[in-house]
Structures are given as C-alpha cells and as structure tokens.
C-alpha cells in the first residue's frame, strides 16, 4: 500500500473511534449520528507531516467517503477514497486522470463508538462560560489500544457525541494530533457514496486494506 496513504488511513481510524455523551453527572458512552458530515486536520512527527480531509460518515448504509490533501515524508499528496463495507472492497478514484483503482476491505464496520477501555477525565467548557452561547461543553476521555500499545485523549461535545479533538500515541508514529471542525449532522450529498462511472468494469485488486482491524472490535 502507498505509504502517502498513511495519515488518511489513520485520520479515518481516528474519526471512527472517538465519540462520547453525558448524563446530568457523569459522561456515559454513546454512538455518533449514523450521519455526519465535516472536516479534520491531522498532525504528525511535531507538524512535519500533516493533512486536511473531508468526509462523509454513514453508519446505516455501512459507507465511508475521504478526500484528503496534506505532506508526508516531504511529498505532498492528494487522496479520494471511497469506502463500502457491505460490498467488501474500498475505492481509490482520480478525477482529474479519471483512474480508479479497487482493493477489498475484509473489515466488518462498527459504528463509532467510546472503547470499552475508556476512563472519563473531565468536563470542560472551551471558549467563554460567562454567559449562554459563548463557549462549547465538552467531556474529554482516554484509554489504551491494545493492539498497537497506544494511547488516546479524545474530547467530544457534551451534547451531540461530536468528536472535537484526538491525542492519539504509538511507538510508531508518537503523537498524531487530530481537530475536528464543521460536523453537520446528516448527509447532503449521498450521490458521493457511488463510484463515479470511470471506476466500472475496475477489477479489484489483490491488496487487501484491511486496517481496520483491532480498532473497531474494542
């Protein structure tokens, strides 16, 4: 697999771990909304890498859409990629060359969800507490993935379970930062999770891209 995917690849991993709620005491687990749109920058290697996507989230048809452009390794890359879990296999499409390759995904998908594993830290308001409207009430969690020895401080909304921001360390890739901005609640573009007309008659691949596994069965 192209290494240039690798902060896409994690970027995603990332959006589709964290989540988190309240109660009128104390934050207790819950799922995003099946439907989410919105924007995150990710972070790595103290800023040397770096990359902003967009994407589409649809945990009731099982489809992910990511386009993503940014650095890696001192080369800049641009990413549209296309995920469909009930079909098994993830599309990789350039528009401009009209290219489209396709890998299978053996991954089954999980709705995002707060880790079994996680701690609750605090509950904190970002921005003003002065008055109404001034700042955003957010509870922020930590926990340990296993499967990669890593750590993870995630802070979502108190009310929505909208991911805000994601500390994320593996002996790997140490600290990969991740924000979160413009979630919309929904999809208003679903004509996104069909593969554009250039990617029929592709014959899939025998690369599997299965990262997802280990993350979504915590």
Known sequence: MNVM????????????????????QRPRRCHTPPLLSGSMSVSAREGQD???????????????????FGTYESKSFHLNMLFLF???????????N???QKNP????????HIPRNASWLAQVVLGGSSAPGEGLLV????????ETAGKYVATVTEFGCIPVSTLYYTPQSGWVVT?????????EDPEQFIPPSFCDGVETEEENLDFFSGFFSL
């Open 50 to 68: 770096w990359a902003i996507a967009k994407y589409r989230y649809d945990a009731i048809g099982q489809r992910i859409r990511v386009w993503e």
């Open 139 to 146: 509870n922020t969690w930590t926990g340990d993935v296993p």
């Open 105 to 112: 995904l053996q991954s089954a998908f999980h709705p995002s």
């Open 5 to 24: 995917k690798s902060l896409l690849l994690l970027s995603l991993v990332l959006l589709l771990i964290w989540t988190g709620s309240c109660s009128a």
């Open 179 to 187: 924000s979160y901005f413009n979630a919309v609640t929904g999809i």
């Open 86 to 96: 009930r079909e098994h296999v993830v599309y990789s499409m350039d528009y401009k």
């Open 98 to 100: 009209r290219t489209c």
